[in-house]
């Protein structure tokens, strides 16, 4: 009974290359929300995407930061032309998103920019 | 807009102590209320929650809170802590129960339980 999977969990990139990071949902969740912590800071919202849908990304970058939830396979933000601000632990929850159960986290991507 | 205050970014405490993390959030609509902890190098696992109904909530690891609405607060308790409750705890708030809306967080309290 397998929870949220993230990979990396450890991911170190040079500024200007691109970063991709994975996130599985747990069996039968279809609600994907990406959220990041940066040193000593809570979580904030990034975005949250249904199957092939983004239904809110109020919180991501206008710049350089993308997310795709597809058919088929896990949820991916991209990060592009990373820089040394974009260091920080990216988490992805999921949920049913119909039922009263609460967001489930996955163990993070933790994001190291040279 | 939602926002959710911790007013304490440490708690240092000795085992078997109680103690009390401090959650203030504002909201111009109803919001849910919720307690996550994280381990160091781990995701966040949930306490607690608040949807409706008695407004004590129990969680796990012996964990609870009270939503106070006058107060807008949901301060998260314990009688008696151990060692393994070292952690990072985060009050956050959503305004949907069913958690299809984003969770808006605090910045964290940090609980270090001393021997």
């Known amino acids: 009974n397998a929870g949220v999977m993230q990979n990396p969990r450890h991911l170190v990139r040079r500024r200007g290359q691109e970063a991709r990071l994975r996130c599985s949902p747990m069996?039968?969740?279809?609600?994907v929300y990406w959220y990041r912590q940066l040193p000593e800071e809570g979580l904030k919202f990034m975005v949250y995407l249904q199957k092939e849908n983004i239904i809110d990304e109020s919180g991501m970058p206008k710049e350089r930061f993308s997310a795709e939830f597809p058919k088929e396979g896990p949820s991916i933000l991209r990060i592009q032309q990373v820089v040394r601000g974009d260091s920080a632990a990216y988490f992805c929850?999921?949920?049913?998103?119909?039922?009263?159960?609460?967001?489930?986290f996955g163990d993070g991507t933790r994001l190291s920019i040279l | 807009a939602q926002s959710v205050t911790q007013l304490d970014s440490q708690v240092p405490v000795f085992e078997e102590a109680p103690v009390e993390l401090r959650c203030n959030y504002s909201?111009?609509?109803?919001?849910?209320l919720f307690w996550y902890v994280q381990y160091p190098n781990q995701g966040l696992q949930l306490l607690l929650k608040y949807l409706s109904g008695s407004t004590l909530v129990k969680g796990i690891n012996g964990f609870e809170a009270e939503f106070n609405k006058s107060q807008t607060s949901f301060h998260l308790r314990k009688p008696s802590v151990h060692i393994s409750d070292t952690a990072e705890y985060f009050c956050?708030?959503?305004?949907?129960?069913?958690?299809?809306?984003?969770?808006?967080f605090g910045t964290g309290t940090r609980l270090q339980v001393f021997p």
């Open positions: 909201s111009s609509v109803s919001v849910y």
């Open positions: 956050a708030v959503s305004t949907t129960p069913y958690n299809t809306d984003k969770l808006i």
């Open positions: 069996k039968g969740h279809s609600h």
């Open positions: 929850a999921s949920s049913r998103g119909d039922s009263n159960q609460p967001q489930h």
